[in-house]
């Protein structure tokens, strides 16, 4: 017996010795490993740090007029050994400011004068504040150093203009604004790259920590307002009867009409005093986001998202008449929490509500999406899963999205065709999400569409960046889904979620988490897929009789380690569909040879790669001569 186990351990450090291959580590993330702040085996290390404020914000508006007002108090708190001499905050609208750089093309009504800040206090001291117009983040000296584990307070009165053009926020109409990052916040401050000083330009997206938040919004009567998290004071704030509605459509599984078009219209669903202040609190979450609205419809439902406890989450959808679609969108959220908290990601909806908005911008916030109207029903609802998606990556999961894009959007995108299957048909999706997410990398030859997906996003620019953050990152984790099994996959994917919720995770963490969970050193593949400038394009070299059934030998031309179906013709006329998974590349990334036990003589063998769609077919046919 010893004699057994001494060899398996020496043929096991044996093989991991010769087949172990390293991944790329950026020096930063390999001092924060010497640190240990992260853990080689994919865990948080034991000297993991993330910073963390509260927020108590309150917000005024009153459309038509545009200028929204503010003021807030941020206690942050400094977890980080480091003792910091100054401090990052970030003014994401700014963006709109003329002077501001931008990845896109706006139009006039796209700009405003930024964010201003009429006031600005460090420990209650008022302080002069550098306006830098067009710029998102500022870094200000602190009078007092920061030291590690000590907390600071700041206070900001502030006002800016929503756009009448909407992107991200905005006036969705004359009297409905949708407000996001528009509350001034202090920058990500972490263990790999210090403060966050990455310029917001519309096109890449963002990197908050998760903070506490109380906020309130004060319109006039008859606006209704939406946010992320626990709406406080439903009976004050709307007529008993309509808050009546709301709480009961925590426990119910109708949809309920809280508040509908004609009841607004006749001014009846609010309090009546000449403002209403809507309070709100979010613990624990990245961000918060508001919509206010004095036509907006408002329904509501719910749904158990947690089998184990029977945990609800409510569903809300806040949209104007017009929006025809919108009127079966809270029966979309519930079917879109329910399948993804049972399927894929799998894990229970990690918020107590969402709310999906009528807007233009096709977008995720926590708990709140802001959704454009569409013709097509299927495609309003294959829209709301996508956003809805984002719950889990970025929002449990804490990513930077601005540099690694790709475990968000990429995660997202690989579950957007889970659940696009589930709903139309493996054909119908299949297709969709080749159209929709993979064709462009796939047919594009040029060097910008093969960048590896590990560049960081914030170095990465147009088509390049697109198809490594949506498209191609979601064929890899559905490659990795291939190459180890659904069963498996879950289990290390729920791993990995379960290791870093609400913490900030890095790419090495989720690499190693998936090799320390499977047990297995997928190093190979993650070099392949993440760190390489490989495509799809797989070739048949040549089938050849073994005796007992063929060899058949495939090329690796483009490099990445694809699945792919060996669909054969036989001589007598009967077919097979044989699945190869990525593992075929195992050993030997450029040619696989592969065996078919059939007796029968194969005629004809072609290449189908389906959504690891190959970029030359004409070299995926063999026939016997
Ligand atoms: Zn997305």
Known sequence: MKIHIYLALFLLSASLHVSAQQLYVPRNVAKAFQNGTRSMDGKPGPNYWQNKATYNIRVSAAPPNRTVSGNEDITYTNNSPDTLKDIVFRLELNSHAAEAPREGLITSDYLTSGVHIDEYSENGKVKPWPERKGRTWLRIPLDQPLASHASIKFSFKWHYDVSVESGREGAIDGTT?????????????????????????????????????????????????????????????????????????????????????????????????????????????????????????????????????????????????????????VEYGKHSLDWTSNNFPGTPYPFQKTTIVRGFADMEYPMMVNDSSQQDPNFTRFIVEHEILHSWFPFHMGINEQRYGFMDEGWTTAFEYLIGRNDLGEKTASNLFKAFRVQHWIKSPGADADIPIITPGDAMSGAGFDDNEYGKAAV????????????????????????????????????????????????????????????????????????????????????????????????????????????????????????????????????????????????????SK
């Open 177 to 329: 604004f949708f407000l996001a990052y528009f509350y001034p916040r202090v920058a990500v401050y972490d263990d790999t790259s210090g403060w966050d000083t990455f310029a917001f330009m519309e096109g890449h997206e963002f990197y908050n920590d998760f903070n506490d938040y109380t906020y309130e919004v004060t319109v006039p009567k008859d606006y209704i307002v939406w946010g992320t998290g626990d709406l406080l004071n439903a009976e004050t704030a709307i007529k008993p009867e309509f808050a009546e509605r709301l709480k009961k459509s925590f426990t119910s599984d109708d949809v309920i009409h809280v508040a509908t078009a004609d009841e607004l219209a006749a001014k009846t669903v609010t309090a009546q005093t000449d403002s209403v202040t809507w309070k709100w609190k979010a613990e624990n979450v990245s961000d918060v986001a508001v919509a206010l609205s004095d036509h907006f419809i408002w329904d509501a439902g719910s749904v158990i998202v947690d089998k184990k406890t029977n945990r609800r989450a409510s569903v809300q959808a806040a949209y104007d008449a017009k929006s025809v679609d919108f009127q079966k969108m």
């Open 476 to 623: 890899a984790y559905l490659a990795l889904k291939d190459l180890l099994g659904d069963a498996e996959f879950k289990r290390c994917l729920h791993e990995f979620i379960g290791r870093w919720n609400g913490k900030h995770t890095l790419p090495w963490d989720m690499f190693n988490s998936f090799n320390s969970a499977s047990g297995k050193d997928l190093n190979w593949f993650f070099n392949n897929w993440y760190f390489s400038n490989g495509y799809i394009d797989l070739a048949v070299e040549n089938v050849t009789s073994t005796g007992s059934g063929s060899e058949v030998t495939i090329r690796n031309v483009g490099g990445m380690a694809a699945p792919v179906d060996f669909v054969i013709t036989y001589d007598d006329g009967t077919t097979e569909t044989l699945h190869q998974t990525p593992a075929i590349w195992q050993q030997n990334q450029k040619q696989a040879k592969v065996n078919i036990p059939a007796k029968k003589k194969i005629k004809s063998l072609v290449l189908d790669g389906g959504i690891w769609m190959d970029a030359n077919d004409a070299d995926n046919k063999w026939e």
